[in-house]
C-alpha cells in the first residue's frame, strides 16, 4: 500500500497487515476460545527521517503496534519490513542489527531510569552490550550524547533522582541514540511533563532529527503535539487504522468523523475561528467484542444503515486514506 | 448584575518544610460570579490546588497553613468560621470534583450508598424517597441504566463513569460554587470533551460560580469565562478568555501561548520558557517570573509588582505594563 501523496520510496519501516490477538483466560477453568483483537490487519509506512504520527485512545492498539515493531511480541499475523527485510524471518545476526537500529522512548522517565544507576552508567549500558569500544571510548561516547540533548558532561556521575523530569526524558533520549539508531519509538514521550517543558523537549527531537536524519514513530493523545511533530499521523479505532495521510491534511480537514471528533479538543490557532464541532456519544466498546461493520458506528454521529454490516476499506480521499462509508 | 459567588481577597497560604516557609498562595485576589467558570492555569508548583483546597480549608493539616486574606461565600468568610461550620459548608454549599474519581471514591461501598448518604443528609430523605432521588441524580449525570448502577461498585464503572458519579455527589445539594481539579486528566479525549460538555450543562441547570483547575489551554478556550494564570503562588494575569488568548499581557503568559503546539499555525520551533519553573522556598525578592523572563529590567528583580489593570476585567502583575 503506497503512502499517500508521497513519492514512492523504499520506506524505513513497512508494516503490512499487522495483528495481534491476546487470548483471554475466562472464569477459573482453563481457556475460552475468546480473543482481544488488540491489533487489527493494521498498515503502515514509516520514510527514512521522516515521523508518523500515531493517534488514537487508550486501548485503540497504538502501544500494542509500538511493542511488535520494537519486538516485544510478536505479532499474530501480518509483516514487518524493515531497510526492506522481513524483521521475522531475521536471522541472529540481523536480530542484532535490529535491535540496535531501533529504539524507544518512554513516557515517564521516573520509571525508565533505574535509580541504582548513575547517569553515565545508564546511557552507556546500550554501548557496553552491543559494542566493544574500550573505557575511554564510552566515557567519551557519553559524554558526547549527553552534549547532544542539552546535559552537562558532569551529570554521567550523578544518580537520576537529581535530574527534574525534562532532564530525565533527556537522559532517557541519550541512551536511545546511543547505538545511532535509524528508528526511535516516542511513546508519549512529554506527556508526563509541564507545558513549558514540553516545549523544550519537542525541540530537541526535531533538532535531533535534523541533525542525525532518523525516523521517529511518534505515538500520543496531545493531537496538536502530533500535528506539529509528524510528517504523516495513522489514527486507530480499535485496534484499525481509521485515517492515514499527510499530517497537516489529517489535522485540519479531517475526514473520518472519529478523527474529527479527536481534533475538535485540540486548541486552535485562532480561538475565534469557527471550526466543526463533533462530540461523540458513549464509550469505546470492548474490544473483545468489537461492533460488526465499521467499528465506530455505534458512536457514530453520521452513522448510516449500512455501516452496522458493512466493514469499510481504507480507501482514498482528499489526498489520504480514509475507511468510513460518508466517502 | 450577576451576584459573585465567591470572593478570594489577598490569600495567603503558607506551608512549612525542613527547607524553610513555602508561600505556596501569596496574595491570590479573585471573584466568581453566579453561572460564571474561572479557569486557573498554572504548571506544577503554581499554587493552583493550594488555592482550591484554601477555599474549602483542607489544606494539609500539620503542614499547610491559611495565614492571611479573606475567603467571601456570598458574603460570609469562610476563614473565620468553626470547624463545625466548615462541614455544613462542604458539599452543601461549594462541591468538588478532584482529577482521580478512583481516589474520590470508596472502593469497597457500593454507588447507590455513597451517592445516597450527600443526598440523604442534604435533603433529608430515607428510605424510597433517598433512592428515588439518588437515581435522579444520576441520570442527570448522563449514566445509563441509573437504576442499576446504584447496585454497582466502583471498579466496576469505566473511568469515565466513576467521574460522572463524583460530579452526581458533588451536585446533590445542589452547591451554590462548584470546585474541579483537573476533572477530566484522567479521562480519555472522546470522554473528556463528553464530560466538559455535561458540566457546561449542570453549571447552566444550577446556576453554579464554576472554578475550573487545568494545565490544558484547549480546555481553557473552551468552557471558561475569565482565566486566571499562576505563577510561583501568584496570579500573574487575570482576565476574559479571548482577550487573554488574543493580546496577553504578561510576558509568561505569552510564553506559556507560544510554547504549546497550535492547530493551524505550523513552526519549524516552539518557544520554550528558558530555566526551570521556580524554586517557592527560596523565591527571588522581585517577580517569581524575572529569572526567566526574556524581557526582565533590573525593578523586576527587586521588587515585586503590583496589579496593574490594562483593560477591562484583563488584570497583570508585570512592571513592564506600566505601573507607576
Redesign the interface.
Given at each position: 500500500m503506497a503512502p499517500p501523496e508521497t513519492e514512492r520510496v523504499t520506506p524505513l519501516l513497512e508494516v503490512e497487515s499487522l495483528t495481534k490477538h491476546f487470548p483471554v483466560r475466562r472464569g477459573l477453568f482453563g481457556w475460552s476460545p475468546q480473543l482481544v483483537r488488540a491489533v487489527d490487519a493494521v498498515s503502515f509506512t514509516v520514510e527514512a527521517g521522516g515521523t508518523l504520527g500515531l493517534v488514537g485512545?487508550?486501548g485503540c492498539g497504538k502501544t500494542t503496534t509500538s511493542r511488535l515493531i520494537l519486538g516485544l511480541e510478536r505479532p499474530t499475523a501480518g509483516t514487518i519490513r524493515f531497510e526492506g527485510r522481513d524483521v521475522l524471518a531475521l536471522d541472529r545476526e540481523g536480530v542484532r542489527h535490529y535491535r540496535r537500529s531501533v529504539q524507544a522512548v518512554f513516557q515517564d522517565p521516573y520509571a525508565s531510569l533505574d535509580p541504582r544507576m548513575r547517569v553515565g552508567a545508564v546511557v552507556a549500558e546500550p554501548v557496553v552490550i552491543n559494542t566493544n569500544l574500550d573505557a575511554a571510548a564510552r566515557r567519551r561516547r557519553v559524554a558526547e550524547l549527553l552534549d547532544l540533548v542539552g546535559l552537562p558532561e558532569r551529570s554521567a556521575s550523578l544518580y537520576p533522582h537529581e535530574f527534574?523530569g525534562?532532564q530525565r526524558q533527556r537522559i532517557a533520549i541519550a541512551r536511545a541514540l546511543a547505538l545511532s539508531p535509524r528508528l526511535v519509538v516516542l511513546d508519549e514521550p512529554v506527556s508526563a511533563l509541564?507545558?513549558?517543558i514540553?516545549?523544550?523537549i519537542?525541540?530537541l527531537l526535531?533538532d535531533l532529527q535534523k541533525r542525525l536524519g532518523m525516523s521517529y514513530l511518534f505515538i500520543a493523545?496531545?493531537?496538536?503535539?502530533v500535528?506539529?511533530?509528524s510528517r504523516s499521523i495513522a489514527v486507530m479505532y480499535l485496534g484499525q487504522i481509521v485515517e492515514w495521510g499527510d499530517a497537516?491534511a489529517v489535522?485540519?480537514e479531517p475526514r473520518h468523523p472519529y478523527t474529527k471528533?479527536?481534533?475538535?479538543?485540540?486548541?486552535?490557532?485562532?480561538?475565534?475561528?469557527p471550526r466543526e464541532e463533533v462530540?461523540?456519544?458513549g464509550?469505546?466498546p470492548s474490544p473483545l467484542a468489537p461492533p460488526s461493520g465499521c467499528r465506530f458506528h455505534t458512536?457514530c454521529p453520521f452513522v448510516m444503515p449500512h455501516c452496522a454490516t458493512q466493514e469499510p476499506a481504507l480507501r482514498s480521499e482528499s489526498g489520504r486514506l480514509v475507511a468510513c462509508h460518508l466517502y | 448584575m450577576v451576584p459573585t459567588v465567591v470572593a478570594v481577597k489577598d490569600l495567603q497560604t503558607h506551608i512549612v518544610t525542613r527547607w524553610g516557609t513555602l508561600k505556596a498562595v501569596d496574595g491570590v485576589s479573585f471573584t466568581v460570579a453566579e453561572g460564571e467558570t474561572l479557569g486557573i492555569v498554572g504548571?506544577?508548583g503554581s499554587g493552583k490546588s493550594m488555592t482550591c483546597l484554601s477555599i474549602v480549608r483542607l489544606v494539609p493539616r500539620g503542614a499547610a497553613r491559611i495565614v492571611g486574606g479573606q475567603i467571601l461565600l456570598d458574603g460570609e468568610n469562610l476563614l473565620t468560621k468553626s470547624e463545625d461550620a466548615m462541614q455544613q459548608i462542604r458539599g452543601r454549599k461549594v462541591g468538588m470534583i478532584l482529577q482521580d474519581p478512583m481516589s474520590s471514591l470508596n472502593p469497597v461501598f457500593s454507588v447507590g450508598m455513597q451517592v445516597r448518604e450527600p443526598v440523604g443528609m442534604y435533603h433529608g430523605l430515607r428510605g424510597r424517597a433517598l433512592t428515588e432521588r439518588a437515581t435522579e441524580l444520576l441520570a442527570s449525570v448522563r449514566i445509563p441504566s441509573p437504576g442499576a448502577r446504584l447496585r454497582a461498585f466502583p471498579h466496576q464503572l469505566?473511568g469515565?463513569?466513576r467521574q460522572r458519579v463524583v460530579g452526581a455527589m458533588a451536585i446533590a445539594a445542589p452547591p451554590r460554587l462548584l470546585i474541579a481539579d483537573e476533572p477530566t486528566t484522567s479521562l480519555?479525549?472522546?470522554?473528556?470533551?463528553?464530560y466538559l460538555?455535561l458540566l457546561k450543562e449542570l453549571q447552566e441547570r444550577h446556576r453554579l460560580a464554576m472554578i475550573f483547575v487545568t494545565?490544558d489551554?484547549?480546555i481553557v478556550?473552551r468552557i471558561c469565562d475569565r482565566v486566571a494564570v499562576m505563577y510561583g503562588g501568584r496570579i500573574v494575569e487575570i482576565g476574559p478568555?479571548?482577550r487573554i488568548?488574543?493580546s496577553p499581557a504578561h510576558p509568561y503568559t505569552r510564553?506559556?501561548l507560544d510554547?504549546?503546539?497550535?492547530?493551524?499555525?505550523?513552526?519549524?520551533?516552539?518557544?520554550?520558557?528558558e530555566g526551570?519553573?521556580p524554586d517557592l522556598v527560596a523565591l527571588p525578592p522581585g517577580c517569581a517570573f524575572a529569572p526567566r523572563c526574556p524581557h526582565a529590567i533590573e525593578r523586576c528583580r527587586r521588587e515585586s509588582p503590583p496589579e496593574t489593570v490594562v483593560a477591562p476585567e484583563h488584570a497583570t502583575r508585570c512592571w513592564l505594563n506600566g505601573p507607576a
Amino acid at each position: 500500500m503506497a503512502p499517500p501523496e508521497t513519492e514512492r520510496v523504499t520506506p524505513l519501516l513497512e508494516v503490512e497487515s499487522l495483528t495481534k490477538h491476546f487470548p483471554v483466560r475466562r472464569g477459573l477453568f482453563g481457556w475460552s476460545p475468546q480473543l482481544v483483537r488488540a491489533v487489527d490487519a493494521v498498515s503502515f509506512t514509516v520514510e527514512a527521517g521522516g515521523t508518523l504520527g500515531l493517534v488514537g485512545e487508550s486501548g485503540c492498539g497504538k502501544t500494542t503496534t509500538s511493542r511488535l515493531i520494537l519486538g516485544l511480541e510478536r505479532p499474530t499475523a501480518g509483516t514487518i519490513r524493515f531497510e526492506g527485510r522481513d524483521v521475522l524471518a531475521l536471522d541472529r545476526e540481523g536480530v542484532r542489527h535490529y535491535r540496535r537500529s531501533v529504539q524507544a522512548v518512554f513516557q515517564d522517565p521516573y520509571a525508565s531510569l533505574d535509580p541504582r544507576m548513575r547517569v553515565g552508567a545508564v546511557v552507556a549500558e546500550p554501548v557496553v552490550i552491543n559494542t566493544n569500544l574500550d573505557a575511554a571510548a564510552r566515557r567519551r561516547r557519553v559524554a558526547e550524547l549527553l552534549d547532544l540533548v542539552g546535559l552537562p558532561e558532569r551529570s554521567a556521575s550523578l544518580y537520576p533522582h537529581e535530574f527534574s523530569g525534562g532532564q530525565r526524558q533527556r537522559i532517557a533520549i541519550a541512551r536511545a541514540l546511543a547505538l545511532s539508531p535509524r528508528l526511535v519509538v516516542l511513546d508519549e514521550p512529554v506527556s508526563a511533563l509541564d507545558v513549558s517543558i514540553r516545549a523544550q523537549i519537542l525541540n530537541l527531537l526535531r533538532d535531533l532529527q535534523k541533525r542525525l536524519g532518523m525516523s521517529y514513530l511518534f505515538i500520543a493523545h496531545d493531537l496538536a503535539a502530533v500535528a506539529h511533530m509528524s510528517r504523516s499521523i495513522a489514527v486507530m479505532y480499535l485496534g484499525q487504522i481509521v485515517e492515514w495521510g499527510d499530517a497537516d491534511a489529517v489535522a485540519l480537514e479531517p475526514r473520518h468523523p472519529y478523527t474529527k471528533a479527536l481534533f475538535t479538543a485540540a486548541l486552535p490557532a485562532d480561538v475565534d475561528a469557527p471550526r466543526e464541532e463533533v462530540v461523540l456519544i458513549g464509550e469505546v466498546p470492548s474490544p473483545l467484542a468489537p461492533p460488526s461493520g465499521c467499528r465506530f458506528h455505534t458512536r457514530c454521529p453520521f452513522v448510516m444503515p449500512h455501516c452496522a454490516t458493512q466493514e469499510p476499506a481504507l480507501r482514498s480521499e482528499s489526498g489520504r486514506l480514509v475507511a468510513c462509508h460518508l466517502y | 448584575m450577576v451576584p459573585t459567588v465567591v470572593a478570594v481577597k489577598d490569600l495567603q497560604t503558607h506551608i512549612v518544610t525542613r527547607w524553610g516557609t513555602l508561600k505556596a498562595v501569596d496574595g491570590v485576589s479573585f471573584t466568581v460570579a453566579e453561572g460564571e467558570t474561572l479557569g486557573i492555569v498554572g504548571e506544577s508548583g503554581s499554587g493552583k490546588s493550594m488555592t482550591c483546597l484554601s477555599i474549602v480549608r483542607l489544606v494539609p493539616r500539620g503542614a499547610a497553613r491559611i495565614v492571611g486574606g479573606q475567603i467571601l461565600l456570598d458574603g460570609e468568610n469562610l476563614l473565620t468560621k468553626s470547624e463545625d461550620a466548615m462541614q455544613q459548608i462542604r458539599g452543601r454549599k461549594v462541591g468538588m470534583i478532584l482529577q482521580d474519581p478512583m481516589s474520590s471514591l470508596n472502593p469497597v461501598f457500593s454507588v447507590g450508598m455513597q451517592v445516597r448518604e450527600p443526598v440523604g443528609m442534604y435533603h433529608g430523605l430515607r428510605g424510597r424517597a433517598l433512592t428515588e432521588r439518588a437515581t435522579e441524580l444520576l441520570a442527570s449525570v448522563r449514566i445509563p441504566s441509573p437504576g442499576a448502577r446504584l447496585r454497582a461498585f466502583p471498579h466496576q464503572l469505566s473511568g469515565g463513569m466513576r467521574q460522572r458519579v463524583v460530579g452526581a455527589m458533588a451536585i446533590a445539594a445542589p452547591p451554590r460554587l462548584l470546585i474541579a481539579d483537573e476533572p477530566t486528566t484522567s479521562l480519555d479525549l472522546t470522554i473528556q470533551m463528553q464530560y466538559l460538555g455535561l458540566l457546561k450543562e449542570l453549571q447552566e441547570r444550577h446556576r453554579l460560580a464554576m472554578i475550573f483547575v487545568t494545565h490544558d489551554l484547549g480546555i481553557v478556550a473552551r468552557i471558561c469565562d475569565r482565566v486566571a494564570v499562576m505563577y510561583g503562588g501568584r496570579i500573574v494575569e487575570i482576565g476574559p478568555v479571548r482577550r487573554i488568548f488574543k493580546s496577553p499581557a504578561h510576558p509568561y503568559t505569552r510564553a506559556l501561548l507560544d510554547a504549546i503546539p497550535r492547530l493551524g499555525a505550523r513552526r519549524d520551533r516552539l518557544t520554550t520558557i528558558e530555566g526551570q519553573p521556580p524554586d517557592l522556598v527560596a523565591l527571588p525578592p522581585g517577580c517569581a517570573f524575572a529569572p526567566r523572563c526574556p524581557h526582565a529590567i533590573e525593578r523586576c528583580r527587586r521588587e515585586s509588582p503590583p496589579e496593574t489593570v490594562v483593560a477591562p476585567e484583563h488584570a497583570t502583575r508585570c512592571w513592564l505594563n506600566g505601573p507607576a
